[in-house]
C-alpha cells in the first residue's frame, strides 16, 4: 500500500506534530508515503473563493503531479482535502473548464487527464488498513482516556465520501478500538472558525471557548483533531480565551494520530509530542497508557 | 435565467450587477437553484456565527430577490464566512450557499465595492502574493503582511506568541520558495489570461 503523500504549507511549520506522527504511524504499519515532489500550496479556500480559474489551476498543478507517480493522493489538512477533491469535483461537473484547466497546466508543461483520488489518513487507517491492523500494531492501550473526537468543517463537508455528514464516526472507531473512550458532545463537526481567528478574532475566540467547554462538559481529557487550523486554533488561542471568558481552558489538542502513534509505542518526541503547546500531562499518561496485556 | 428579476424596478448600477452576478452563478454547478430559495432560514441557523453577520444567509438571498445586491457586496458577511458548508450540506433545496458567497465575493472585488470598516480582503490578496511569490503558503509572512495592513497593534500583541511557537519549531521566520515556482507562476498568468477572455 503506497500513496502519494500531499503534507501542504500548514504541516511544514505549525502543524508539523501531524506531518511527523502520520509519517510515524504509516511507517510502522508498514504503510508507504512518497512525497509529491515540488509540491505547491493547494490555494485553500482563498484562492478558491477569489478566482476561481486561478485557485483550480493551481490546486490541479499537485493533481497532475500526483497522476504521474500513478498513486492516490494522501492529504491530511482537511482544507487541502477538501480543495483538491472540490477541484476534480469541478472539473467532473464542466469538462469545458477542465479543459481550460489544462491550457493554464499546459504553460508548464503538465496536463491532468486522469482523476486521482484523494483520501483523508483517517479514512485510510480505518478503510484500507482496517482496525483489526491498527489494534494488532498497538503495544499499549488507551484504556481509561477520554477524547473528545473532533472531525471540523472541511474533512465532512461539503461532501463527505467515507462517513455521515452529521454524526461520524470514523475517528471514534479507531480510537476506542485502541481502548481510548470517546465522548459524545454535540460539536464534533461544528467550525473552529479558521482564518477567522485572524481576520475576526471576537468570532473565533467565541466558537473556539463553546467547543473546548463542551468537551469539557463531556468529560473529555483531550480533543483530537484531524486538522492543522481546527487543532492551532483550539491550542494555541486557550489563554487567550481564557483571559477573554474569564475560564479555565487546559484543555490538550492532540492529532488523532498522535493519539495513535502513542498507542504503537512510538516515541512522543517522533510523535511532535513535546513540542505541543499544552501537553498531555504526564499524570494522565502513565496510569491510563497500560501495556496491553497480549 | 433571468426569470426572478424584476428589470422595471431596478436602477442601471443594480441591473449591471446583477448581470454581472448572473455570470459567477453560471460557474457553479447549479447555481441556478439559487431562485428555488424557501427562505426557510435553515442556512442561518445551521451558521454558527450568524448573529455575528450584518445581513444573515437567509436575508442575502432575500435582498438579492428584492434587487438589493449593492448592499449585499457592502455587507461583512460575505468576507466573515468561515466556509464550514454547514449551510450547504442541510440546505433542502440544495443550494451551495456557500459558493455563492464566493461568486459575491467575487462580484465585490470586481466592482471594488468593500464593507467600509472591515478590510479582510486584504488577507485573501497578502494569501496570493505569498503563492505567486515561493508557490506555498508562509504563515508568518501572511499573517504579518495582513496585520502591517490592517491593524499594525495587534501585531506587537502577537510577538509572544509567535516566538513560543517558534521555539517549538512549528513557525518558520523565512519563506522558502519552492524548486519549480516559476512554473506555478506560468499556471497562475495563463489561468488569468484564460479567464479574462
Known amino acids: 500500500m503506497e500513496f502519494a503523500y500531499y503534507p501542504g504549507c500548514s504541516l511544514e511549520t505549525a502543524g508539523k506534530p501531524y ?276 | 435565467m433571468r426569470a426572478n428579476s424584476f428589470p422595471e424596478m431596478e436602477t442601471t448600477r443594480e441591473s449591471e450587477l446583477r448581470t454581472a452576478f448572473w455570470e459567477q452563478v453560471e460557474t457553479i454547478p447549479q447555481g441556478e437553484k439559487i431562485k428555488n430559495c424557501l427562505q426557510c432560514g435553515t442556512c442561518t441557523g445551521s451558521c454558527p456565527i450568524s448573529y455575528m453577520m450584518d445581513i444573515t444567509p437567509r436575508e442575502v438571498v432575500g435582498l438579492f430577490r428584492a434587487g438589493r445586491i449593492e448592499e449585499i457586496l457592502k455587507s461583512r458577511t460575505i468576507w466573515i464566512c468561515a466556509s464550514c458548508y454547514a449551510c450547504r450540506v442541510r440546505c433542502p433545496q440544495g443550494i451551495l450557499v456557500t459558493d455563492l458567497l464566493y461568486a459575491l465575493k467575487r462580484l465585490a472585488m470586481e466592482k471594488q465595492v468593500y464593507p467600509s470598516d472591515f478590510p479582510v480582503y486584504a488577507l485573501s490578496k497578502s494569501f496570493i502574493d505569498n503563492v505567486y511569490k515561493y508557490g506555498r503558503n508562509h504563515e508568518l509572512g501572511l499573517v504579518a503582511k495582513y496585520l502591517v495592513r490592517v491593524d499594525p497593534l495587534k501585531l506587537l500583541a502577537n510577538a509572544t506568541f509567535g516566538l513560543s511557537m517558534m521555539k517549538r519549531g512549528r513557525l518558520a521566520v523565512m519563506p522558502k520558495a519552492i524548486k519549480k515556482v516559476h512554473e506555478v507562476r506560468k499556471i497562475i498568468d495563463r489561468a488569468k489570461q484564460i479567464q479574462s477572455v
Open chain 1, 19 to 294: 506531518d511527523q506522527s502520520v509519517r510515524e504511524v504509516f511507517r510502522v504499519l508498514g504503510v508507504g508515503l512518497r512525497e509529491i515532489e515540488d509540491w505547491n500550496c493547494c490555494g485553500a479556500t482563498m484562492y478558491m473563493s477569489i478566482n476561481k480559474m486561478v485557485g483550480y489551476s493551481v490546486a490541479a498543478r499537485n493533481l497532475a503531479l500526483a497522476q504521474d507517480m500513478g498513486l492516490e493522493i494522501c492529504a491530511p489538512c482537511n482544507s487541502c482535502y477538501t480543495v483538491l477533491r472540490k477541484t476534480n469535483r469541478h472539473i467532473q461537473w464542466d469538462p469545458a473548464s477542465g479543459e481550460q484547466i489544462n491550457q493554464a497546466l499546459a504553460a508548464a508543461g503538465l496536463s491532468y487527464t486522469k482523476m486521482v483520488e484523494i483520501r483523508h489518513p483517517l479514512d485510510i487507517l480505518v478503510n484500507d488498513v482496517k482496525l483489526d491492523k491498527v489494534i494488532e500494531a498497538s503495544r499499549y492501550s488507551l484504556n481509561g482516556l477520554k477524547v473528545a473526537p473532533y472531525y471540523g468543517c472541511q474533512l465532512v463537508r461539503p461532501v463527505f465520501h467515507f462517513d455521515d455528514i452529521e454524526e461520524p464516526q470514523t475517528m471514534d472507531r479507531l480510537l476506542e478500538a485502541l481502548g481510548a473512550e470517546a465522548v459524545d458532545y454535540p460539536d464534533k463537526v461544528r467550525c473552529c472558525g479558521g482564518m477567522l481567528m485572524t481576520t475576526f478574532e471576537e468570532v473565533a475566540l467565541r466558537l473556539n471557548n463553546e467547543l473546548l467547554t463542551h468537551a469539557e462538559d463531556a468529560g473529555a481529557d483531550v480533543i483530537a483533531t484531524a486538522c492543522p487550523l481546527c487543532q492551532i486554533n483550539l491550542e494555541c488561542y486557550q489563554t487567550q480565551i481564557n483571559k477573554q471568558f474569564g475560564t479555565n481552558h487546559k484543555m490538550p489538542i492532540l492529532y488523532f494520530s498522535q493519539l495513535v502513534g502513542l498507542a504503537m509505542g512510538i516515541e512522543g518526541e517522533k510523535l511532535g509530542m513535546d513540542t505541543m503547546m499544552t501537553p498531555l500531562p504526564p499524570v494522565m499518561l502513565t496510569p491510563k497508557l497500560e501495556k496491553r496485556a497480549v
